[in-house]
Structures are given as C-alpha cells and as structure tokens.
C-alpha cells in the first residue's frame, strides 16, 4: 500500500463535499508531476485530503477506490483520473505551520514544493501525520 496527499481548494471542492457525494472522480491534475504520482496510485491507497487557500490544513482521510483511467471529460488520454472515497474527517486538522514547524518534515512534498497537488507520502511521515491529527 502507498500513501498520498492531495490538495484541493475547499471553494472549489471540499472535504465535506466528498463526505456528502462519499465518492468522487479526483480530476483537474494538470502538474506532469502530480500526474506521474496519480498514474501510480493503486485501488486501495490511502490519502490525506489537504485544503489550500485559507485553510492550509491536512483535514481527512480518503481511499483510492479505482486504479488511475483516462478522463472522461478530456480528449486527451495523458489526463488521468482516480476515484476517492472517504474514510472519515481527521480529529484535528494538521495546519501547514505545524507541518513546517517539524524539521521530520524538511523534505517532505508538502514543504519542499507547496504547489504540487499530489505528491507520495513517505510511511513514517504517514504515521507521524495520523499521530498529530489525534493529538
């Protein structure tokens, strides 16, 4: 199993939109990059749900429900897509000052490159997440 973080814009799609639909078609990567991670990500993967802008937290916990497929929406078959699935809203919110704060996070994606939508997780760095959400 991997670990991934992906970043959405709760104005534009919000961990609580995903509790409500419970399901999603994860879209809108257009970074090479972050396509690469999401062409890696497998049926099963787990997912840390980040907002952007104001909010600039880690705020849940998803599952990849598909392998990654061509976009339906797009004409062009490099746009991949996966499925989402929640799994449940993190008991505190992990802000990105605290993440920073934690030199464990030094190289980690979301510190390193903060514009990157999707980027792996390193299992320790899961944990650690997991463990600061519960705190």
């Known amino acids: 199993m991997n670990?991934?973080?992906m970043k959405s814009d709760p104005?534009?799609?919000?961990f609580n939109d995903l509790k409500r639909d419970r399901r999603t078609t994860w879209d809108g990567v257009r970074n090479p990059q972050a396509l690469q991670s999401l062409?890696?990500?497998k049926m099963g993967d787990n997912v840390l749900i980040y907002h952007s802008g104001e909010d600039k937290a880690v705020v849940g916990l998803a599952?990849?429900?598909s392998d990654p497929y061509a976009d339906p929406n797009q004409s062009d078959p490099k746009w991949a897509?996966?499925?989402v699935k929640?799994?449940?809203i993190l008991d505190k919110p992990i802000p990105l000052a605290t993440i920073k704060a934690d030199k464990?996070?030094?190289g980690f994606g979301l510190v390193r490159n903060s514009r990157l939508s999707v980027m792996p997780?390193?299992?320790t760095l899961w944990e650690k997440l997991l463990a600061m959400s519960d705190a």
């Open 3 to 5: 670990y991934w973080l």
């Open 11 to 14: 104005e534009t799609y919000s």
């Open 39 to 41: 062409r890696t990500m």
């Open 63 to 65: 599952e990849i429900v």
């Open 81 to 83: 897509v996966v499925d």
């Open 86 to 88: 929640i799994k449940r």
């Open 104 to 106: 464990a996070f030094t």
């Open 121 to 123: 997780v390193p299992p």
